[in-house]
């Protein structure tokens, strides 16, 4: 059993994903960013101004924006109008229930409008096991809102709309087997709700935040760590999503994945904040900075933010 992550390095980058605020209308268990209601911490509209910058300079393909409830952020959709433009993929990471608070009722028109990906958390297609993780009555809105994205194209195998949902285990385990899964959960979303997707992404369950410390309550933590590190794969080294990735917070810090982000974990080389990677200018072969949690990623079959690395 491994003891210590392997030593990786950076390399072109290819995606931008930005955390533009913790405030959600949710308060998840398995959240590793302590989103909630009462988060206030949001990204300002001076650093957001600087994100189309950024996507030029590099030529970045693709702008993941993720939150808390990222439409939460009143600039989301400035954001996204923003980049009308440019040629690249922006996917918002949406709790779907986002669509039934106040003000956000038009939200689904506007994402299909310019052709947003969303990629949807939905960890179960059984309705106990959903609101065990995410709370009483996100179910029967999650299965209501991929209906209204049906309705507008999402999850249809002639549209340009992409709906992917997310799965990540109940309990302290590994994902199964991705392709499998993807597989029942269109059969059994179709026959009981004749709801489509696209993909479906199976994703560990990070041991940082609030589910470390739901872990160490329930006495599983260090057992989930020997789990992780057992299940060391040497082949998703390669497919590592934080070498192709940059990681802003909403102060506009550097960070090689949104989980060193939340652990405030920082490279040692490279840009640290957005100001300087307006002028930065070497390349990005630099050293991640990694730890023991980073063994989630290369468990099994890997777990990145798209899915499965193998």
């Excluded at 989301?76 to 003000?103: H, P």
């Excluded at 329930?218 to 497919?239: H, I, P, S, V």
């Excluded at 063994?295 to 690395?309: D, I, K, Q, V």
Aim: contains cysteine; aromatic residues 10%; charged residues 25%.
């Amino acid at each position: 059993m491994k003891t210590s992550f392997p030593n990786i390095k950076k390399e072109s980058i290819d995606t931008l994903q930005i955390n533009i605020g913790y405030k959600c209308n949710q308060a998840c268990k398995h959240c590793h960013v302590n989103s909630s209601p009462s988060r206030t911490e949001m990204m300002s509209e001076k650093i957001l101004d600087l994100i189309p910058k950024i996507i030029k300079k590099f030529n970045i393909k693709t702008l993941d924006i993720t939150g808390g409830a990222p439409e939460m952020n009143p600039n989301f959709k400035k954001l996204v109008l923003s980049l009308k433009n440019q040629d690249i993929n922006i996917i918002d990471r949406c709790n779907l229930t986002i669509f039934f608070e106040k003000g956000y009722e038009d939200l689904p028109n506007f994402l299909a409008e310019n052709k947003v990906i969303i990629t949807a958390s939905l960890p179960c297609y059984e309705k106990e096991n959903v609101e065990k993780q995410r709370g009483s009555g996100v179910f029967d809105k999650s299965i209501n809102a991929i209906k209204i994205l049906n309705n507008l194209g999402y999850g249809k195998t002639n549209t340009e709309l992409e709906l992917n949902l997310v799965y990540n285990p109940i309990n302290p385990t590994l994902p199964p087997a991705q392709d499998k899964l993807e597989k029942d959960y269109k059969k059994v979303l179709f026959e009981k709700y004749k709801i489509t997707f696209n993909k479906l992404y199976t994703i560990t369950n990070m041991p940082i935040n609030r589910y470390a410390d739901f872990l160490k309550m329930t006495g599983e933590l260090e057992k989930y760590f020997e789990l992780l590190a057992k299940n060391f794969n040497q082949q998703n080294l390669k497919n590592l999503m934080c070498k192709k990735t940059l990681s802003i917070d909403w102060e506009g810090q550097i960070y090689d994945c949104d989980f060193n982000q939340q652990l405030k974990l920082k490279s040692e080389s490279g840009p640290k904040n957005l100001y300087e990677l307006l002028n930065y200018s070497s390349s990005f072969n630099y050293p991640i900075a990694a730890k023991n949690h980073c063994f989630a990623c290369t468990a099994g079959a890997g777990s990145s933010c798209g899915g499965s690395l193998s």
